[in-house]
């Protein structure tokens, strides 16, 4: 009888190790979310300035600059997780095409607000980097222990879920080809 008592107990134990600890890491998640939304907002509200400053230099990459903007047109806030991350890769795109355009305009590279803003978009991009690293490492976390057994069972029955990780597109993944040759 004891042994039934002590092994009850121990279930019970079992269980609320599990509960409380895809709690945590779940809210773990969440926090980092947070976090790097911070950054990814603060882009998306960049990307607007920036996109401004160059269609005053750039008068005939109209078409690029104009999707640029209706790609960021929807309200941020607005957006599930899922779809801030989708739409943040859309907007490293985004910036890359921006750039593009801005390299063939001497005198754009030269303004002091584009300078401004290429400084403020530096930042961001390196505090996204590090918040994107700290939030994969959390959902990680959280992915390993909804996996691996026998917590997968128990997970399954509390309804945790798998986390989305933040990754990059495949365009990122090319080799950026760096030409130093004059022209």
Sequence with gaps: MILFGVGSLLIVAYLVYVYNKGITLKNYVNEA???????????????????????????????????VIQNRQSAYM?????????????????????LAIAEAYPDLKASQN????????????????????????T???????????PT??????FRFKPGKMFE??????????IDLSEK
């Design 33 to 67: 979310f947070s976090v790097m939304d911070v950054y990814l907002k603060k882009r998306w509200d960049l990307v607007p300035n920036l996109v401004n400053i160059v269609k005053g230099y750039a008068t005939y990459e109209t078409a690029t600059l104009i999707d």
């Design 78 to 98: 607005n957006k599930s997780i899922s779809e801030k991350l989708t739409d943040n890769m859309k907007i490293g795109d985004d910036i890359a095409a921006v």
């Design 114 to 137: 584009y300078i401004t803003l290429m400084q403020q978009l530096t930042e961001i991009e390196n505090d996204i980097a590090y918040s994107r690293k700290y939030y994969n490492a």
């Design 139 to 149: 959902v990680r976390e959280l992915n390993m222990f909804v996996a691996v057994f």
């Design 152 to 157: 997968n069972i128990l997970c399954h029955l």
């Design 168 to 177: 990059i597109d495949s365009a990122e993944r090319l080799l950026v080809k």
